[in-house]
């Protein structure tokens, strides 16, 4: 693995950015993505029900009725036939799912040379992360306003394409909160069939959204492959049912590829607590407090559209709880921000990479609506009055 090239913390560059700065009112932090909204009120009496449950070892494949929940959750959302013994692992939240799926796709070699994983630019690290310790390349295809805020696959050379194992997919995307349509969805398994690669759909942000319900990698896969060939999608409790501590989230696809992702985890995979599953499978089968959620945020946008309007690029993304603003200088707006108003963002290239093309993230900063209403207005007022 090629240590030196992992990316750095995007959170570790902020604070050396604003080492030293004092803010200047109150601290509103916005930087993370991190949901402040209270928990779903079933988690306690939940895990109390469940606790001797934590003095035993958990399956790697969970409990039957966490994965039956899921399995259901997906054809409410979908329409998706899934098959919770075979399509579904639970996972200790997304991140070490996508970062470890790729030990079990990525081959030595493919075509005869070193395999390449696509990365939409910008994107969230730990896909960068999985790549270059799976020994791949990592080739980032930037995500502009030209191209949706979504990567163009179909673009990169028929060379590239001919030796990619794995292609990460983020939809709703952070930062840029694009979502994929159906014909985004079909052209990239079309792509994927062709060139035999894997698709990583990161759909943990598929909850959070102000009109339609993002599109889902499953409903369209199924279309033309009911085994989901070359799928795993993964879906996660933290953001929708605010629960990032829970440390919950699934990946669901082809049969084969969870057969073979299940036995590599049997012996290096973390295993979800019995209570906390427990808490998941209530989770899942709940709505109410997902449509709850979705609507706080919707409040948080149309007062963001309020404030900021016509500015910035401002747009109410298809989906996640970010904004993605275009202000010319993503560092020097993220410095401003922290020194005369007490706002913490993240500069947008702290989450891309600079490439042929240009670095698509470094005039954007990235605001996470993360916090209560009121201080999210106070928030917006200062970003509109300083910037
Ligand atoms: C794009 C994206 N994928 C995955 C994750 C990881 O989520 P989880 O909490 O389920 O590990 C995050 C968390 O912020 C994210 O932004």
Redo the contacts with the bound molecule.
């Keep these: 693995m090629q240590f030196d090239a992992l990316p750095v913390s995007p959170f570790t560059r902020l604070n050396k950015l604003l080492d030293g700065v004092e803010p200047g009112l109150s601290a509103i932090t916005m930087a993370v993505?991190e949901p402040q909204h209270a928990p779903p009120g079933f988690v306690l009496a939940t895990i109390e029900k469940h606790l001797a449950e934590f003095g035993k070892y958990p399956p790697i494949i969970g409990p039957e009725p966490l994965r039956v929940a899921i399995a259901a959750w997906l054809k409410r959302r979908y329409g998706a036939q899934i098959d919770a013994a075979r399509h579904v692992l639970p996972l200790v939240?997304?991140?070490e799912g996508?970062f470890s799926a790729a030990f079990v796709t990525v081959p030595d070699q493919k075509n005869g040379k070193q395999p390449a994983v696509l990365i939409p630019n910008p994107f969230?690290q730990?896909y960068a992360a999985a790549a270059l310790s799976a020994g791949a390349e990592p080739i980032y295809v930037n995500a502009t306003r030209e191209t949706g805020f979504l990567p163009d696959f179909a673009s990169v050379p028929r060379d590239v394409l001919a030796r990619t194992a794995v292609v990460y997919i983020?939809s709703p995307s952070?930062p840029e909160g694009a979502a994929a349509d159906a014909d985004y969805w079909r052209r990239l398994f079309a792509l994927a069939d062709e060139f035999d690669f894997t698709v990583f759909a990161?759909e943990?942000?598929a909850e959070i959204y102000t009109e339609r319900p993002p599109i889902g990698a499953l409903e369209i896969r199924s279309e033309t492959s009911r085994s989901l060939e070359r799928l795993l999608a993964f879906h996660?409790l933290?953001k929708r049912s605010n629960l990032?501590g829970l440390?919950s989230?699934f990946v669901a696809g082809n049969a084969e590829l969870i057969a073979r992702f299940r036995e590599f985890r049997n012996v290096a995979g973390p295993q979800l607590p019995l209570p906390l599953a427990a808490v998941s499978t209530v989770a899942w089968s709940d709505e109410a407090h997902v449509v709850a959620n979705r609507a706080l945020y919707g409040e948080k946008f149309r007062a963001a559209q309020a404030k900021l309007g016509n500015r910035f690029g401002f747009r109410i993304p298809a989906g996640s709880f970010f904004l993605w603003l275009d202000v010319g200088d993503g560092e020097a707006a993220t410095v401003k921000l922290w020194r005369e108003g007490g706002v913490r963002v993240l500069p947008g290239g702290y989450l891309s990479k600079d490439t042929a093309a240009g670095n698509p993230g470094k005039n954007f900063i990235r605001v996470a609506l993360v916090n209560e209403i009121e201080t999210t207005r106070e928030a917006l007022d200062r970003i509109a009055r300083i910037l």
């Design positions: 993505g939240g997304t991140r996508l969230y730990c983020c952070n990161d943990c942000y996660s933290s990032a440390r989230g």
